[in-house]
């Protein structure tokens, strides 16, 4: 989700405005991720970035992640696409320097060579994906029901086994999966990012995560579930002839015989 941030903040010394309203916000985000897939049971490790969140991030995060949240499995042959390219060309950028050539060309390079090499092996790159999902999952659940993030890895591991091997048998269901469970964290960073910029709200919110480590990967997992459940149902006119059906009162009358 966050791989991005080696696009952005490539070289330290650059000088774009891009990359320098990125950096400390993006990478921060990446660097404990990488630390701790259990990023949403430790605030501590969030808060400080998503409070330097430039405005536009959030909403971008917002955006994304809440059409990912009510419609991703529409989308998500490009948003796998989209997440190898990423993953491409970051280890492309960190290939550059071991065999002697500009950064940016490999990055490029390996950008291009995965999302082509990605689109006729859909169903394993999405494997791979839902397995990711499964892990960041399974680790935040491990370190939100024990409160020992210590011992993250087995939860992660257990999320990586059950969604890798579910997206052959499942692949539709695991999908909804994955793209509900990254709009949910999009949609959650974003919210709350912008909350955090708020005067009145800054402190509350900060004291009340730190208080409450559960707080922030309870609210993910909820409407990670809401989009699961409307997308399974196919939306809000789903749920609605879901509804219609299940009430008596609305349900035709048998044909009467002559």
Sequence with gaps: MFG??????????????????????????????????????????????????????????????????????????????????????????????????????????????????????????????????????????????????????FGSIIGLIVLGMLAFVAFRLVIILFTSILGAVLLTTGVLSALLKVDGMNEGLVEALNEGPRILPIVTGVVAMVGFVLQQSGGFKGLNEAANKADPSKAKPAAQGN
């Design 4 to 153: 991005a941030q080696i696009l952005l903040a490539q070289d330290s010394g650059a000088g774009s405005n891009a990359v320098d309203f990125a950096n400390p916000t993006i990478v921060k985000l990446a660097e404990s991720l990488r630390g701790n897939i259990d990023l949403l049971s430790q605030p501590h490790e969030v808060v400080e970035p998503l409070q330097q969140l430039n405005l536009i991030w959030s909403a971008v995060f917002i955006f994304i992640g809440g059409m990912c949240v009510l419609n991703g499995y529409r989308w998500h042959k490009g948003l796998i696409l989209a997440l190898a390219a990423i993953g491409g060309i970051t280890a492309g950028l960190a290939a550059g320097p071991e065999v002697g050539a500009h950064g940016a060309l490999t990055g490029v390079a390996g950008g291009l060579l995965i999302a082509v090499l990605a689109l006729p092996l859909m169903r394993y790159t999405a494997a791979l994906m839902a397995g990711l999902a499964g892990a960041f999952v399974g680790a935040n659940i491990w370190t939100t029901v024990t409160g020992d993030s210590s011992q993250h890895m």
